[in-house]
């Protein structure tokens, strides 16, 4: 009588749908586990003075690259929505850790950040083509993820990301001590290592309890540490061997969660590092040219043209549509030949670098800076030019055809093949490969799907 009862029960559960992500048998067992170790650079893969157990397994037993070519401007989140959509920020639209907010004619410009996925970039990424395939979704830190409907776990690489995380997650995260409390007050106090171990420990978690096919993880204390105390530094080499371990304790949560041999890892980075010892200011040159004026505090009160800074990039924008061609004409001639910048660049070389054209996105400068080696650009409009740093300072947001500015790749496990060495491998590529690998079409990517690391 007992297990009747119980058998009928079961079968209502059955009926009714109570699964949770991961757990339904028509969901294909293909998982891939995308891995960004922000600030990672492709020379520090095998520098013998780095311990990196993990990542070199991972690289011996699979594909590794001499270097993965960022998109331009190589910072963050343009380079992570690269990364997930398989196209360079001409059509993605991400130009900066945020977006660029133009306020009127002769207005500065400004940055903002705290946004929704939605408020970033409309393009389609591998996330939601997994999701429309019926496929489990999840993403760890990802940026431009905010509010996205087709992740079933979120914990985004955003302003106030606790309090955007997925409901269920962030109650399961409490429960486990992984977070302090549902405020997220602690965890935004914490250093860069804290944070990566509550990223790794949420990671983890997200593969045990829900087995997704696609998580997107991110991690962050390598870009922190390089650009407090330089690439090449002690602390640096602390922070990478950190992030190898932090990797180790991914693919535990894999075997744990029984699902390792048919897991496909790509670990990878959104940039390089140079070392930098001295900063320019752009804006400076602006306002004693008379083209941006400032309050007694040194902040913009009105600009026809303004400079924001990207770190080795920076975008130059004429508010005026009135005096665009002659403002654009005069700051040219301020930035040609001036100290620390090293080229600058106007609309028609734009498509060379992945970038969009003004006329199509509000989003690019009129004017793209690139800084010299050495120098980096900051947005203060008073003060010298350029300025000694008191110390050594790593910084990335350069073109992509800067060297230092290359990036980590390895792919390894399911469905790769082993001993697989490539010379440069184009970040537009990761999408694409783990969409045939995941069996999903994603035909809005222009990356070139890897055969060659295909088994």
């Not at 996925?117 to 999701?131: C, H, N």
């Not at 965890?187 to 096919?213: C, L």
Request: glycine share 8%; aromatic share 8%; proline share 5%.
């Amino acid at each position: 009588m007992h297990r009747t009862i119980i058998t009928f029960l079961l079968l209502i559960l059955l009926a009714s749908g109570c699964t949770t992500p991961g757990d339904d048998d028509s969901v294909p067992d293909r998982h891939v586990v995308v891995i960004s170790i922000d600030g990672f650079p492709a020379e520090a893969l095998w520098d013998e003075r780095i311990p990196l157990p993990t990542l070199r397994a991972l690289a011996n037993d699979g594909a590794w690259a001499r270097a993965l070519s960022p998109s331009t401007p190589s910072v963050t989140w343009p380079n992570h929505t690269t990364l997930a959509t398989g196209v360079h920020p001409e059509r993605h639209g991400v130009l900066m850790n945020g977006r660029f907010v133009r306020s009127g004619p002769g207005e500065p410009v400004r940055k903002q950040n705290d946004l929704d996925r939605a408020e970033m970039t409309a393009y389609p990424s591998l996330y939601d083509a997994a999701y429309e395939a019926g496929l489990v979704t999840a993403e760890v830190n990802w940026p431009v993820t905010r509010g996205a409907e087709t992740l079933h776990a979120s914990f985004p690489d955003a302003p106030g990301a606790v309090d955007h995380m997925t409901e269920s997650l962030r109650t399961e995260l409490v429960e486990l001590g992984i977070l302090a409390d549902e405020s997220g007050e602690l965890f935004g106090r914490m250093s860069y290592a804290g944070r990566d171990h509550v990223w790794t420990s949420a990671a983890a978690h997200v593969i045990r309890s829900r087995r997704p096919n696609v998580l997107l993880f991110h991690l962050l204390s390598v870009d922190g540490t390089h650009h407090a105390y330089g690439a090449g530094s002690q602390p640096a080499f602390t922070a990478l061997a950190f992030a190898d371990a932090q990797v180790r304790y991914v693919l535990d949560a894999l075997e744990e969660a029984g699902i390792r041999d048919r897991a496909t890892i790509f670990v990878v980075s959104d940039h390089g590092f140079m070392n930098v010892s001295r900063r320019i200011y752009p804006n400076v040159l602006l306002q004693e040219e008379g083209l941006l004026e400032v309050d007694a505090d040194g902040q913009p009160v009105s600009a026809r043209v303004h400079a924001l800074s990207n770190g080795g990039s920076a975008m130059v924008f004429a508010t005026d549509p009135a005096t665009k061609d002659e403002d654009l004409d005069r700051a040219r001639q301020l930035f040609e030949g001036a100290e620390g910048i090293a080229r600058v660049l106007t609309p028609d070389e734009f498509e060379a670098f992945g970038l969009p054209d003004p006329s199509d996105s509000d989003q690019v400068g009129d004017l793209v800076l690139g800084a010299a080696q050495g120098y980096s650009f900051s947005e203060a409009a008073t003060g010298d030019y350029v300025r000694e740093l008191d110390g050594p300072s790593g910084v990335h947001g350069y073109f992509s055809d800067v060297e230092e500015m290359e990036a980590l790749f390895i792919a390894s496990g399911s469905g790769i093949r082993s001993g697989i060495e490539l010379d440069i491998v184009d970040n537009r590529s990761i999408a694409a490969t783990a969409a045939r690998l995941l069996g999903v079409p994603l035909e809005t990517a222009d990356g070139q799907v890897l055969e060659e690391i295909l088994e």
